[in-house]
């Protein structure tokens, strides 16, 4: 059967975000081939995934059953992608952008032989595949052919609206049981260690207060942190600032760090390098503050404000404080 196949990621009985978005591009291009749009997902069992995935436009879901892919293997899930491949041969597979999306794509293309396209923001479909995707982590937009069959794509995160289907309804449900070899078991999360960081993590945060070197030291950071928390954020760093040792790098937003996509960025003291930008051109409002007007943040933002940011910061939390 014709079809075009998206692998997603959930958590909690709920489709991530980047996940929502890969399945919208997945659809259209469905839509474009005439096919129906399959999903297939890895350590389920929560009925509220096939209702969700099912909002957004797919029709059979194939929920992967096997009693040694109890934790994340990339290889035995690229033998996974492998063997649905040749028993369905879809016409595309389309993988979120995120890091397991790109580890499992690779490998799955490794193995069938073809080539990636990853990070694309749009495909059109034809005589192969016209691609728009993102190069240099997002600071350019590559315009290439892929041939091949499959085609194999990823989603830039945060590039493609997440909208569910006008016409979702139900859908099919299918067991698959891949065969696996040892080899396929080699490479696996052994544990998961959680964060001894409280609050919203970035990636998910609606607000996020970003600080750089123009903050001037660690213990400057406490009058970001008492804006986020009354505007219910987090706290984001530039990689200078994390270079100092001021912030842990997890809380670094840029090409090596934290991709975000939250409501409004509350940039501060941070230059706006192209590093940067590529970690926070998902926000949708940007409000840069800055003693230099000639900043490269201070033309990325909607809104900016010239100023030293230990008077504007505490002055905006007051004001909020206020109101």
């Not at 491949?85 to 499992?104: K, M, N």
């Not at 059109?124 to 240099?136: I, P, Q």
């Not at 067991?175 to 609050?199: H, N």
């Amino acid at each position: 059967m014709t079809m075009v196949l998206a692998l997603v990621e959930h958590e909690e009985g709920r489709l991530a975000e980047t996940s929502q978005q890969a399945l919208t591009l997945a659809r259209d291009l469905a839509d474009q081939e005439d096919a129906p749009l399959a999903a297939v997902v890895f350590e389920d069992d929560d009925e509220q995934v096939g209702f969700e995935l099912a909002s957004y436009g797919v029709t059979e879901l194939y929920r992967v059953e096997h009693d040694r892919l109890d934790r994340y293997a990339p290889d035995a899930r690229a033998a996974t992608v492998h063997q649905l491949v040749d028993e369905h041969d879809p016409e595309a597979v389309v993988a979120p952008g995120s890091d397991r999306g790109h580890d499992v794509l690779g490998r799955a293309a490794a193995r069938l032989g073809v080539p990636m396209a990853a990070n694309c923001v749009e495909v059109t479909a034809g005589d192969g595949y016209e691609v728009t995707r993102h190069r240099w982590g997002g600071s350019l937009l590559e315009h290439a052919r892929i041939d091949g069959s499959p085609a194999l794509l990823s989603v830039a995160q945060h590039e493609v609206a997440a909208e569910e289907a006008e016409d979702g309804g139900s859908l099919t449900e299918h067991s698959f049981t891949p065969t696996l070899a040892d080899s396929d078991l080699l490479v696996g999360i052994d544990r998961i260690e959680e964060s001894d960081e409280e609050g919203v993590p970035l990636e998910e945060a609606r607000v996020v207060v970003g600080g750089g070197r123009g903050v001037g030291g660690p213990e400057d950071y406490d009058k970001l942190e008492e804006l986020a928390d009354l505007l219910g954020g987090t706290v984001g760093a530039s990689r200078a600032a994390v270079n100092e040792g001021w912030r842990p790098h997890d809380d670094q937003v840029g090409l090596t760090g934290a991709k975000i996509s939250p409501d409004v960025y509350i940039a501060c003291g941070i230059s706006g390098a192209v590093q940067h930008m590529v970690g926070c051109k998902g926000a949708k409002n940007i409000l840069a503050i800055n003693t230099d007007p000639e900043a490269a943040i201070m033309e990325n933002g909607e809104y900016a404000v010239v100023g030293d940011l230990h008077e504007v910061v505490p002055a905006i939390t007051e004001a909020i404080r206020e109101g």
